[in-house]
């Protein structure tokens, strides 16, 4: 079985740079490009654990995963979205998620609990390290994203088990 990443978008992938200050919209989606430095990490992940990707990002509440692979080609990542995680903002499940962290980590943990997900990590500049300590990496820098230094190499070391 693959492994499996949990990806968030801003923050991780687009830094803050793209989304407050480069109001440009790119026109084949209608939102900023992703960080080329970020991308240019996220494909040596890729390469290195080709994971299947599960977005865990709000971005999963705009787009079809056909148009997410578009944005993903686009700002030339490597790698196609496979699947969504369940948007439970606002849902009564075992309590009402009005705290995008315990909702964010909530989804990924209903995702993994449905499909039987071993192997994953969560990559997120939300902190859900209180709800996934084991199989999650923090990019807490919105304006470095995945590119932080050493952020890749424990991503790697989570998904590999290494």
Request: glycine share 4%; proline share 4%; aromatic share 12%.
């Amino acid at each position: 079985m693959k492994p499996t990443i949990f990806l968030d978008i801003d923050g991780v992938l687009a830094t803050s740079h793209q989304f407050y200050t480069n109001n440009k919209k790119w026109p084949d989606y209608g939102r900023y490009r992703f960080d080329d430095k970020c991308v240019k990490v996220f494909n040596e992940i890729l390469r290195k654990t080709d994971p299947t990707i599960i977005l865990s990002s709000d971005w999963k509440l705009n787009y079809s995963i056909n148009a997410l692979n578009n944005i993903f080609e686009v700002n030339r990542i490597e790698g196609k979205v496979s699947d969504i995680t369940p948007s439970l903002w606002g849902v009564k499940y075992n309590s009402l998620y009005t705290d995008l962290e315990v909702c964010r980590a909530e989804e990924i943990l209903l995702y993994v609990s449905r499909h039987n997900v071993v192997n994953y990590v969560a990559i997120d500049d939300l902190n859900l390290s209180p709800w996934i300590p084991d199989n999650f990496v923090h990019t807490p820098r919105a304006n470095e994203g995945i590119k932080q230094s050493n952020v890749k190499n424990k991503i790697i070391k989570v998904i590999t088990n290494e």
